[in-house]
């Protein structure tokens, strides 16, 4: 009876082991696939120039599918989806080929496809934090990724805030174990500020903000100044970069005092005057 249950137990673990080996090997054919699409893409603009006029038209429809492609590629959205899942998109991104690639092809995607992708890593940064551990090649979507920002509105700038937060959480969890992954990483930290400081000048700029709007990221500034003042210093990353009005963000949420506080640590975890 026992030697029936280990033999079924190492079944079932060669099984499991076998459909991780399988997934990866389709994952890695998919970053193959999506690569000589991207190097089409790129070689677009030399045939482009090479091309007779009356061909033009021909060449932009076949880069704009080719860009369709790659977006369905990375997001593994299948024929009647309405939603990609984030399972094969996160696949993806746990190898480091695959984070390169991401970031090259970014730039080519239309606003709302690059929106998408930037959503999909913000509600699974603490996952990608820790699959990215060892290589550490995360860093190289913050410039992409800023380049989306630029694109985005007010209330998609929110969403994005909400999905890197984790928020609306359960008001009985003590921490925030999403958001404090993201402030102990070099990355996530990163990329936060950036998200916080274009919505910022978003709000400052926009003088027809709706009151939900306008309340929804007041909620979000102040839960983040919080936290950044909640969380140990010698717990808070040092960001790859610090946007140049990162003190300022914060001093329309907090009293003088919290703003020295605030000031005082990034000063000494960041370097920031």
């Known amino acids: 009876m026992i030697d029936a249950v280990v033999t079924s137990r190492s079944e079932d673990d060669e099984t499991k082991e076998k459909q991780v080996r399988d997934k990866r090997r389709q994952t890695l054919v998919t970053i193959e696939k999506t690569y000589s699409l991207l190097l089409d893409v790129e070689d677009y603009e030399r045939r482009y120039l090479l091309s007779l006029e009356g061909e033009r038209p021909a060449l932009m ?128 930290l990163s990329l936060l500020y950036l998200v916080l400081s274009r919505g910022e000048e978003l709000q400052s700029s926009d003088t027809n903000t709706e009151l939900m709007q306008d309340n929804q990221w007041t909620e979000l500034m102040l839960m983040a100044t919080r936290e950044l003042l909640r969380i140990p210093q010698g717990a808070l990353a040092k960001p790859v970069s610090i946007p140049s009005n990162l ?27």
């Open 61 to 188: 429809g076949e880069r704009k599918q080719k860009i369709c492609d790659m977006y369905d590629n990375l997001r593994g959205k299948a024929p009647g989806q309405d939603r990609p899942s984030d399972d094969h998109f996160m696949q993806i991104m746990c190898i480091r080929k695959g984070k390169r690639l991401v970031a090259r092809i970014l730039p080519f995607l239309a606003p709302e496809q690059a929106a998408d992708v930037l959503m999909a890593t913000a509600r699974n940064l603490p996952f990608l934090i820790k699959k990215d551990a060892q290589d550490e090649v995360l860093p190289c979507l913050l410039r992409p990724f800023s380049h989306v920002l630029y694109h985005l509105p007010l209330a998609t700038v929110t969403s994005l805030v909400q999905q890197l937060t984790n928020l609306p959480q359960s008001s009985a969890a003590p921490t925030n174990l999403h958001l404090t992954a993201v402030l102990q990483n070099k990355f996530g």
């Open 247 to 273: 003190i300022s963000l914060f001093s329309r949420y907090v009293d003088q005092q919290k703003l020295n506080l605030l000031e005082t640590k990034l000063h000494l975890v960041h370097g920031i005057r």
